[in-house]
């Protein structure tokens, strides 16, 4: 019997989704298009040529990047150089002060609520704040050279690594922790023993990961007046002098290339 | 309680002992290196925080409302900004994720030269290519849209082509069994497996990318970015202030908003 | 000497954990608690070292009544109450030298254990506990190297290192095979007699119960039903104790392989 109610209702043949996710679905791509299109005439209305125009452009202008002039780059290695050094403190502090934070803002660790989510919202509202906003700030407040941008990553780099260890800590295996704390541990011995070589490993990962993010904010820190390579390059570009930008854009492609793959290797290493 | 025995210590071999050591002392010469060339005023840079401290931070508090308008209409560039670059790039790493993923083509050298494709463009920050956008059309938000959607996609290339690896082959294969052809295989066997991931990563790019686009007026790709540059040049803190509090609102809205239709999604 | 009087315990969520319990329990006494899943024998033994907390009634370890007990006296408690767990709380990515070491904690000052600066007297004790149940040969090797009944053993030497009073263990064979299980259960016998330690056994295996147990107390939804030396169960004690048949999955087995 349902056999023949079956072969009736085929006859029928029934849409392949039902009309309601069709209708839905349809709108919502309509919407994004729609969206998508109103965006590109928006940003293109300040354009004198139009797109066409542009992309003719295009061609003439890349000409002016050719070829890099690259015998200015042993002059701009010393500003380099600071780059990476600035990257490296500023990873280093912010590792540091990660960890009561991080702590402080694990759900199975700070059993405190209020605690948990105040320190929670503050790490929130770091990540929201780019990196290069941080850094005009700083340089108002510090004035220009390398420590304003030291002080900009330290906090950049901060909200996104004690956000990452707080999820490692709250991943953690809590069984041992509870045998130190029937043993009569402390707080502190109950972290050292029972926590923290269960995250030592992800800390570390997420210590070089951080890095590299902050290698790469690093190099363009400079645009803002806050040290390194970055300050060479917004010189050059204020001259118009195109080739030298190409080199150092050239030299940061590399630079950031290698560290990233000295990074990974050794995050492959550590886990 | 004077008779104890203590346990035999641990045996390490000369390789992994010479390890340790080589390791230690590779760290401690980065910190040296550090250390020795970092060239910071420290006294200059606290006198500065001194004297300026009270000229800065209360400021950003006093956030200058009267800006409203003029940081609402440079807010708004900014999604668009954000939302072309995003959508650009959202199509633009579909063809590369594939060209990187291992499982999609037999041929090894293609795979290699989609990664480095990728990751060389991933090697490029956002502003670098900003910079680069801003010579070739104009200083404008449309430089601004060209910057994201190439930055993207590098990141979305590389995260479609893992989505790509990690799809189920056996489906492909009873399509192939059929008698499918190569497109009605793409389109029926691997496309319902991966279209959710993509579009759950394009939203997450989209999520970045108004971080992103939010600094590119710095220099001169449109979008909110202008506004920081001149206020920070004006000393207008209070403006500052005001721009700081737009954006934290609008990438912790977009945030929200992102997540949620994600979780449906996946 | 433990002494239960009147202890309910109520959860957060209103489930009773514990409803008035009145036992004592004497120096040196080896008990095995059973009762099936949910009937109470995990809140029972984790009351004593206050891992939960009874929300009524009064718990006397050696005369004092623990539910005052808060920071540290709470932790002078613990260092005399050892616990050995299901799943063997063992640190995986620690060695098994460092594991047991922890055992010392709460004889040790916090600045020397995160330094690592142990009394020799203290290495010394964690080696021989080791020894003692003949897993000193593995002394350097990673925790999640080893099998399920190693790692129970490495955990009994942890307690042993703390010199307790007492020794609490909470389902320590349920993830174990038998010819280990009972292995384990040789162990803690062997320990409740030579260094005369109370030893409180959770148990859902009446083979196992009969064996070791000096005394069997058996739970059922929070309540004492049963309390009485071992030459006074038999088969049909537990069928009132679980309110049901005895079933194969009951016993343990393999009590001749040991």
Known sequence: MTNQTNSTSSQMTPPLYPAKTKAQVTLIFFIVIGFYLFSMIWTQRQMVGGFADALGNMGVVINKFFPPNLSVIPAVWDPMAQTIQMAIIATTVAAILTVPLALLSAQNIATFKPIYIMTRTFLNILRTIPDLVLAVVFVGLFGIGLFPGIIALIIFSLGILAKLISETIESVDMNPLEAMRASGGNVFQVIYYGLVPQVLPQFASFVLYVFEINIRASVVLGLVGAGGIGLVLDQQLGFYNYPNVMAIIILIFIVVLIIEYISNKLREALI | ?266 | MIEFKDVSLVYPNGTEGLKNINVTINDGEFVVIVGLSGAGKSTFIRSVNRLVTPTSGFLLIDDEDILKYRGSDLRKLRTKIGMIFQSYNLVNRSNVLKNVIAGRLGHTGTLRSILNLYKKEDIGLAYESLQRVNIDDKIHSRADELSGGQQQRVSIARVLTQKPNYILADEPVASLDPPTSHQVMTYLKKINKEDNITTIVNLHFIDMAMEYADRIIGMRAGEVVFDGPVSEVSEKTFEEIYGRTIREDDLRGGAQES
């Not at chain 2, 390789?15 to 060239?39: E, P, S």
């Not at chain 2, 083509?105 to 290699?112: E, G, M």
């Open chain 2, 1 to 266: 309680m004077a008779t104890y025995s203590l346990p035999p210590k641990p045996k390490r071999s000369l390789f992994k002992k010479t390890k340790r050591i080589m390791i230690f002392l590779a760290i401690v010469a980065v910190y040296v290196w550090t250390f020795l060339g970092i060239d910071v005023d420290w006294a200059r840079a606290a006198e500065r925080a001194v004297n300026n401290f009270h000229r800065v931070i209360p400021k950003l508090f006093h956030p200058d409302w009267e800006a409203t308008g003029e940081v609402a209409g440079k807010m708004f560039e900014t999604i668009t900004i954000a939302f072309a670059g995003s959508f650009m790039a959202a199509i633009l790493a579909i063809p590369l994720g594939f060209l990187a993923a291992q499982n999609m083509s037999r041929s090894r050298l293609l795979t290699a030269s989609g990664k480095w494709i990728l990751s060389a463009i991933r090697a490029f920050p956002d502003i670098i290519l900003a910079i680069l956008f801003v010579v070739a059309v104009g200083p404008n938000a449309f430089a601004g849209v060209l910057a994201i959607a190439i930055g993207s996609t590098g990141m979305l290339g590389k995260l479609y082509s893992e989505v790509v690896e990690s799809i189920d082959m056996r489906v492909v294969e009873a399509m192939e069994a059929n008698g499918a052809n190569k497109v009605q295989m793409l389109f029926y066997g691997v496309m319902p497996q991966i279209i959710p991931e993509f579009l759950s990563y394009a939203i997450y790019r989209f999520e970045i990318d108004i971080r992103a686009s939010s600094i590119l007026g710095i220099v001169g790709a449109g979008g909110i970015g202008t506004m920081i540059i001149f206020a920070a040049n004006n000393r207008n803190w209070n403006e500052m202030g005001l721009i700081l509090l737009a954006i934290i609102i609008v990438v912790t809205v977009i945030d929200s908003i992102s997540a949620r239709i994600r979780r449906k999604i996946v």
